[in-house]
Structure formats: structure tokens, C-alpha cells
């Protein structure tokens, strides 16, 4: 037997030796026993806790989502939660699930360590969105927060996503110091799994009322709805959390007439009508596109697992539907907010609006014109969550996304939310209608005030070992040998986030980039584009963000600038001979 071989059936016998229940070793035996491929992926190495959690497929092994790895990732931050708040008589935290399988199970096995450890736990008694366990870790006054997720991942994922005081994804240096905890509890033994009942208290529907409570303060044009509460909205949860909560937040908002998809609203973690339950993939919205050809609808909103990112279908002057890119919707929730802020003398001049650094610039260019700052951050919405606790009490957040479909608008809640983003959406199609528009007539408008952008992501994937050293090969081209031009068109400024430095090629000059280090450049052109480069954290992928940039004269000339745009990419993606 080859030494690897050896290697992890021996990890996998001490599963068989240890203080593991008995249902667990004869899973365990029976993949010793098979000698399969699945016995090496789950025992070949420990599933780490990284900083945004644990992600992985359910089953025994160490590997694996399962009992015990929750257990001893659960033990970690017990450990590090009462180092950090040992001055406090209470610690305490929340925890959510979503809909995918054994939800319940990993949430109750957190709730019981972390009642062992004698910290308080705040449990959700049915699944809720991601955004809402945010709102209770801050509305609860709360340590720490749990959600059991795996956002858009295929149902044999699970997922554990820890939170911090504040509301947010665990960042520096909370996430290095919780993965360092959770590195040294290097046997189940030392997991305290006898759940301490008196200190895990069941929440639910009070907390549904003061989030929602804190959802309809958002509204910002209540009149306009009235006029148009006939307005037609489908609305599909894809199987997950959104189901009861988007549309009792639009039926807060006023809006009437909204209809879902039935066979959807089930929520189960199979996702059984879709390939996929990410929003962004256009099938995932095909049975409420259906849905709302039938019923005369206009706007179509559907929202992942875990409630955190809404992707949008919108009604074009045909009677056919266009799913909007993240980009898009983010421009006109974005347009809508500051246009209506400004109307009604709400900017003084500390507000801002953040996104991320390949989020599309049209929303730096609007936050300008209506005079308020635009922050950029790294990719990940934690990193604009930091930013929220940085400028509290400083300055006002209006609103803030990302191009993968996750938005915020107000800042009671710290992290991309669904169920604000649908009502913000709609009230932005009812602002629109009001005018006499979809919310597709409504982009040229926008286009032709701050140019028409477009924007396209690609990724190269590159397997394995030399994968990696490919991909590392490519960062190091691009960072030391740059293109001097791009498809006929100038480099004239290379932001390199790893050496944290803006470099002005026009005049030579050098200044510094006030983010964390990050392996990401981005080349900016004469002629407006804009060129983003990152190997994925997660994936053997080499990421590359393209954006360019038109001017739009006419709103019918849109479709065909849009069309002369697309085919610009396509060249420059030629060009650097990513075909």
C-alpha cells in the first residue's frame, strides 16, 4: 500500500477508536472498507476554517461537514470569545440557519457547545436569512453570531459563517486569531458538547417584527407606491429563507401585487426545480420569468438560500424579459437613492455610498455629481461592513453593493441583504413607473447622464499544482512586464493592491493605497476601461473583470451601444489572448 494510502486510513481508524457516536464509525468502516476515492477526499486533509467560516460537503470524515468538525470549529471560537469579552458576565450570540440539509442539526450542535462554554445563545427557531442574523447579533447586543450556510453552493454543501459584535463577517484580526483557536483543538475530546438549556433561548418572530420595522423606515417615496400599488412583482425564494420575509417586506412597503412561484417557496435543500439556486445564473429565474409572463408582471426578483443576493429580471418594451447584471441593479438602486436624498435636502455633505473595487465606476461617478463620497474596498462585502463600523457615528451610509449581486441601503443591518435590496428594488420600479418607465427604460436614462458602462467577468480556470503556478505566473507577468497599451488604448494608471500602490504612468508618481494587501491589479485606460485581476480564494480560477465605457447621446441609440460595447470587450479580451 502506497504511503498516502496508508496515511489516511490510519486518520480514518482513529474515527474508529475515538469519542465518536456509533452511527459514525460504521459510516466510517464502510468507506475503509469500499477502499474508494471518497474515503481519500474525506480523510485526506482537515476542512479548514478559513476566514469566512467552514464550507464543505456534509458526510463523515475530517474533511466534511459533520458533528464534529461544527463541534470543534464551535470550540474555537468559544475559546477565543471568552478570551476576548472575559471581562463581561454575560457572552452571548446568535445563530441562523438557512434551507439546505442537516441545517437544524449543525445549528443545534453549535448552540450546544457554545452553552457548554456558558456562553448565551440566541437561536433561531425556524430558517431566516443571512442579513437578519446580522440584525439580531446588533439588535440582541451580541458577541458573536452564527449563520448555517452555503450560500449558492450545490446541495451536498453546507456551510458555518461566523460573525462578529458587530454585525459583519469576521475580519482582521478576528478571523486569523478564531482560525488560529480553532488550529489548536486537535481532538474531539476537547469539544464540550452537552448543551447547558438554560442558557439557549428559542427567538423567531419578535425579531421578524423589529427587523421588518427597521426595513420599512427605509422607504423613501411611500406616496409613489400608493399610486402605484397595482404595480406587478414575481418574487421566487428559490427554495430558501426569502420566502416569508420579501414579501411581508413589500406587503409592508404597500406593494399589492405580488406573486410567487409555488413550487419554489418550498423550502428544501435538494433545490429540486433548479440546477442551480444562484441568482445569478440565468435558469435559476426561468420558472418566475414564466410566472410573470402570465400574470402581466414587470419586474421579476429572485433571491438565493441564504437570502443575501438578489439577482433581477426586468420587462423590456417587447414584452421579453432581460436579467440585469449585479452592475446594473446596483446602478439604478444607486441612481434612485441619491436622486431622492437629494430631492428631499437629506445630503449635507457627510454622506457616502460604498462598493467594491470591481464594482462598476458609474457609481462613483453619480455619488460625485450628487456630491457624496464614494468608498471603494476589497472584494467582499465584509470589507464594506468594515467600513460601515469605521464611519459610525462620523458620517451618514446611504447605500452600498457589489457586482455579484449583493446590495445594502441603511445600516442597521451589516452585511449584503436580500430582503432590503427586493423592497428597494421595487420601490425604484414603482419611482420609475411613476414616470412612465420600466426599470429597463429607466438604465438609458442613467446612461445618458454618466455614460453607458459595461462590464463582463471571465474566469480562467487552472487545475492543480501547476495550475497554481500557472496562475501565480500570470499575476507576476501582469505585475512586473504590465501592457503598455490594451487594444489601442493607453495604460495610464496601474493600482496594484499587493505592493498597496497607485502608480500614475502619465506623470510617474507614485501614492499609496490605504487597503489591506490583496493579490489584485487593475489596469485603468485612456479611453475609460478598466481591467481587474485576482486569482479566486476559493476556486483554481485566475479571475479577470473587464469594464469599458461609451458615450450615450440618445436613449435609443442604447441597444446599439450597448452591442458596440460588448464586441470592445470581446476585442480586449482578444487582445490579451484570454480566448
Request: proline content about 4%; aromatic content about 8%; charged content about 30%.
Amino acid at each position: 500500500m502506497k504511503q498516502t494510502e496508508q496515511y489516511i486510513i490510519e486518520r480514518a481508524e482513529k474515527w474508529l477508536k475515538g469519542s465518536y457516536d456509533e452511527d459514525t464509525k460504521k459510516k466510517v468502516k464502510e468507506l475503509i472498507e469500499s477502499d474508494s476515492a471518497e474515503l481519500t477526499d474525506a480523510f485526506y486533509r482537515d476542512l479548514e476554517f478559513g476566514t469566512g467560516g467552514l464550507r464543505g460537503i456534509m458526510g463523515v470524515g475530517t474533511n466534511r461537514m459533520n458533528k464534529y468538525t461544527v463541534g470543534m470549529a464551535s470550540q474555537g471560537l468559544a475559546n477565543y470569545l471568552k478570551k476576548m469579552f472575559a471581562d463581561k458576565d454575560t457572552i452571548s450570540m446568535s445563530i441562523a440557519y438557512d434551507s439546505r440539509h442537516n441545517n437544524t442539526f449543525f445549528a443545534g450542535i453549535t448552540a450546544d457547545v457554545m452553552s457548554a462554554n456558558g456562553i448565551k445563545v440566541y437561536l433561531f427557531e425556524s430558517l431566516r436569512p443571512t442579513p437578519e442574523l446580522s440584525f439580531a447579533i446588533r439588535h440582541l447586543k451580541c458577541q458573536a453570531g452564527v449563520v448555517i450556510t452555503a450560500s449558492h453552493n450545490p446541495p451536498e454543501y453546507n456551510g458555518y459563517k461566523a460573525y462578529w459584535e458587530d454585525g459583519g463577517q469576521l475580519i482582521s484580526p478576528h478571523d486569523r486569531n478564531v482560525i488560529a483557536e480553532v488550529g489548536k483543538i486537535s481532538k474531539v475530546e476537547e469539544v464540550r458538547f452537552e448543551r447547558n438549556p438554560e442558557l439557549v433561548v428559542m427567538i423567531g418572530e419578535n425579531i421578524d417584527r423589529e427587523y421588518l420595522r427597521n426595513i420599512k423606515s427605509l422607504s423613501l417615496s411611500p406616496e409613489v407606491i400608493q399610486r402605484q400599488e397595482s404595480l406587478k412583482i414575481v418574487y421566487t425564494p428559490i427554495h430558501g429563507t426569502g420566502v416569508k420575509l420579501v414579501p411581508e417586506g413589500l406587503k409592508a412597503f404597500g406593494f399589492t401585487n405580488v406573486y410567487n412561484v409555488p413550487e419554489q417557496d418550498i423550502s428544501d435543500g435538494s433545490f429540486p426545480t433548479v440546477k442551480s439556486p444562484n441568482p445569478e445564473e440565468p435558469a435559476a429565474l426561468n420558472m418566475a420569468i414564466e410566472k410573470a409572463k402570465k400574470v402581466g408582471a414587470n419586474l421579476v426578483m429572485a433571491t438565493d438560500p441564504d437570502a443575501d443576493r438578489v439577482g433581477i429580471a426586468v420587462r423590456k418594451s417587447d414584452n421579453e424579459f432581460v436579467l440585469l447584471n449585479g452592475n446594473q441593479t446596483a446602478s439604478l438602486l444607486i441612481y434612485y437613492l441619491l436622486t431622492k436624498w437629494k430631492e428631499t435636502g437629506k445630503i449635507k455633505g457627510q454622506e457616502y455610498i460604498v462598493k467594491t473595487i470591481v464594482t462598476s465606476e458609474i457609481l462613483k461617478d453619480m455619488a460625485i455629481k450628487n456630491g457624496v463620497e464614494c468608498y471603494d474596498t476589497l472584494t467582499g462585502f465584509k470589507y464594506i461592513a468594515e467600513k460601515l463600523r469605521l464611519l459610525e457615528g462620523k458620517k451618514q451610509f446611504i447605500g452600498g453593493g457589489e457586482e455579484s449581486y449583493g446590495y445594502l441601503v441603511g445600516d442597521f443591518v451589516r452585511d449584503k441583504d436580500a430582503i432590503i435590496s427586493c423592497c428597494m428594488i421595487a420601490e425604484t420600479a414603482a419611482w420609475a413607473a411613476d414616470q412612465g418607465k420600466t426599470l429597463y427604460e429607466l438604465l438609458p436614462v442613467i446612461y445618458r447622464e454618466f455614460g453607458l458602462y459595461r462590464e463582463k467577468l471571465i474566469s480562467v480556470t487552472k487545475k492543480g499544482k501547476a495550475g497554481a503556478e500557472e496562475i501565480q505566473k500570470m499575476m507576476d507577468g501582469y505585475r512586473n512586464d504590465p501592457p503598455a497599451k490594451i487594444h489601442g488604448s493607453k495604460m495610464i494608471e496601474i493600482r496594484d493592491y499587493l505592493s498597496q500602490q497607485v502608480i500614475d504612468l502619465k506623470t510617474g508618481t507614485k501614492k499609496a493605497i490605504d487597503l489591506p494587501k490583496s493579490n489584485v491589479l487593475q489596469f485603468f485606460l485612456e479611453d475609460g476601461s478598466k481591467i481587474s485581476v485576482r486569482p479566486s480564494g476559493t476556486e483554481p480560477k485566475i479571475k479577470f473583470y473587464f469594464s469599458v465605457k461609451g458615450q450615450l447621446n440618445e436613449v435609443d441609440d442604447f441597444k446599439k451601444t450597448e452591442t458596440e460595447l460588448d464586441e470592445k470587450i470581446s476585442k480586449i479580451i482578444e487582445d490579451m489572448n484570454l480566448k
